[in-house]
């Protein structure tokens, strides 16, 4: 097998069935809601404590999160070979985090989730991407009522990096992730940015949220906030991140996991034949 019919074959880990896609969009449109609700409810100030209402937001996306893994483990989707490398995926990007600690956009949990979603499909990269930002919260002390709002964020990096174009290869690849990852990077801040926008900006400066004002007045004035705050220095930063970390990794890192990927053999349904249940 040539070098690149190797790379183009891909195998998802997570295979992506109708139930499994049912599921995805409901979590999807359940991660949408969470952060652009203020837009459309126009809630009283008094009722604006957003903190209050985080917990049980966390409680909604567990369950959902949890029934991605459920939905794939009944249908067949997820054998224990895979099951065993989100794990190891997991605890690998929750240590990598703490490197960055996020310290003016410098955030080295996303090149690792932009990789392995891309080797291993668009499922595995959607629970990879909530599973590595609740495992990192809990190494860190970071859980909070930002947390949900992350984890939903970063299943979404994972989901869309599994559903890059397949037949491009080589150093187009790579350069194809490296805008990728630097996309991914703005729309983060822009996301995370979001949740706590209409709570925080304060009231009657141009930046503040404008409870029954029009949505896109009050996104006009969310953009402003966004470039004002966080897009030249966080959110640049971490696309910097991602960009130096892709070059200078990816390659190997994708050989690396393809080549896991290839003796997982996910393709191969696991059989227990006589005494003889070796893995190759």
Known sequence: MSVEKSQRHRVSAVRVGSRTVVVLALASVAGVAMFFWPLFAAPEPEAMAHS????????????????????????????????????????????????????????????????????????????????????SALLTAGVGPWLPFQMICSAWIGLGAGLLPGRV????EIWMLVAYGIFVAYAFGF??????????????TQVSFVAGAPVLDN?????????????WNWDTGRAITNTVAILLAGPAVLAALRRASR??????????????????
Request: net charge positive.
């Open 169 to 172: 290869t080589g150093r187009a």
């Open 263 to 280: 003796r997982a053999a996910f393709d191969t349904p696991v059989s227990f034949m006589g005494r003889d249940v070796r893995s190759r």
């Open 219 to 231: 996104l006009r004035r969310f953009v402003v906030f966004t470039l004002y705050t966080s897009t």
């Open 52 to 135: 209050a209402d985080a917990p049980l937001i966390f409680v909604v996306a567990m369950p959902i999160l949890l029934a991605v893994v459920a939905a794939e483990m009944t249908s067949g989707g997820m054998d224990p070979k895979a099951l065993a490398l989100l794990g190891v995926l997991a605890a690998l990007n929750a240590g990598l985090r703490p490197l960055g600690a996020g310290l003016m956009g410098i955030e080295t949990v996303f090149f690792l989730l932009v990789l392995a979603g891309r080797v291993f499909g668009p499922g595995f990269g959607f629970l990879l991407g909530g599973i590595s930002l609740f495992a």
């Open 191 to 204: 996301l995370m940015n979001m949740w706590f926008w209409p709570f925080t900006a304060g009231v009657d």
